[in-house]
């Protein structure tokens, strides 16, 4: 039977009574399921290591405290220091500046891009009362443009009237200038993605954010890729000035460790979760919801 990482925390100190400091040898072994419960969840090596130091660190020495087993302490001190590399402070989008605040979203092809596009913009649209408009710089997926005006309508939002032949920047150029006339408080732009990270993609990124000076830019990244997803953030946070993260399909992830290898790979909070296909299935990110996943 599998058990969970709080299990098997408590099975290491199950000899030990709540007496006097945790101590080094035991920390060390319960280190050793945390280090494999962490790789099994697909957080990344160096991550895994930096985690797993931090938390030795804290844990020897500690005072065994009366009211819990020292198995639970450990849980408890692994939890939080789980909590603190996700992001526990509140990360919300900073969107101060003079109207319209221009967000950028980029990622990979079907990483769910253009669907989290839309749901940010239905967001920010009925919760926050901001009008907003959409525009996709996709010309190079078949339908990209359609596909985001047809979630524009379900979603109630507006998207800039497409011009077929138009190229990225011209398209970022138009949509500003046109937000900037019709009044539009956020500009949500969807840009192209590609199936593999590659230069002419980054190259056009910074064409259009050097047009738009965009006041956030997103990288949405699918979950469920696990490790390619930590590679795909770090060669888009090499490159471009990432504000954020949405993580995509963690409805379908049970593992969560994408999560905790994204924050420390870009240094930059995970903003939203993807949390289902339709256009209110995102959320505000919950590290201590991750945190207890990977827990178990
Ligand atoms: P893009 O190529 O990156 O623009 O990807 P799309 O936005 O077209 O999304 C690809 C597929 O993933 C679509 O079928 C979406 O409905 C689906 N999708 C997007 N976000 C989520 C999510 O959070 N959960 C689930 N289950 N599906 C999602």
Do not use: C
Not at 44 to 62: C, I, M, N, Y
Not at 73 to 82: E, G, Y
């Amino acid at each position: 039977m599998f058990d969970s990482l709080s299990d098997r925390l408590s099975g290491v100190f199950d000899r030990l009574r709540g007496r006097g400091a945790l101590n080094e040898a035991d920390v060390r072994a319960a280190m050793r399921e945390v280090r494999i419960a962490l790789l099994e969840a697909d957080v990344s090596l160096p991550v895994v290591r930096e985690f797993v130091d931090k938390a030795t660190e804290r844990a020897v020495g500690q005072q065994v405290l009366k009211s819990v087993t020292p198995g639970q302490q450990v849980v408890k001190i692994v939890n939080d220091a789980l909590v603190e590399m996700l992001g526990a402070e509140a990360s919300d989008l900073d969107l101060d500046v003079s109207p319209p605040a221009v967000v950028m979203m980029v990622g990979l092809q079907g990483s769910g891009k253009t669907t989290t596009t839309a749901k940010i913009a239905k967001r920010l649209a009925g919760k926050d009362r901001k009008k907003v408009m959409m525009a996709s710089l996709d010309v190079a997926r078949p339908a990209a443009q359609e596909q985001l005006a047809v979630l524009g309508r379900q979603a109630d939002v507006a998207t800039l009237p497409i011009v077929a032949g138009q190229q990225p920047v011209d398209i970022a150029r138009r949509a500003l200038q046109a937000a900037k006339l019709q009044g539009f408080d956020v500009l949500m732009l969807d840009t192209a993605g590609r199936l593999h990270v590659d230069q002419a993609l980054m190259e056009e990124m910074k064409a259009v954010a050097d047009v738009a000076t965009p006041q956030e830019i997103l990288l949405v990244v699918d979950a469920l890729t696990g490790q390619d997803a930590v590679n795909v953030a770090k060669n888009f946070s090499d490159q471009v000035p990432l504000t954020g993260v949405v993580l995509t399909r963690l409805d379908g992830d049970a593992r969560g460790g994408a999560a905790l290898s994204m924050r420390a790979v870009t240094g930059k909070p995970i903003k939203f979760a993807g949390v289902g296909e339709a256009l209110d299935k995102i959320e505000a990110f919950h590290p201590e919801r991750i945190a207890g996943r990977i827990l178990g």
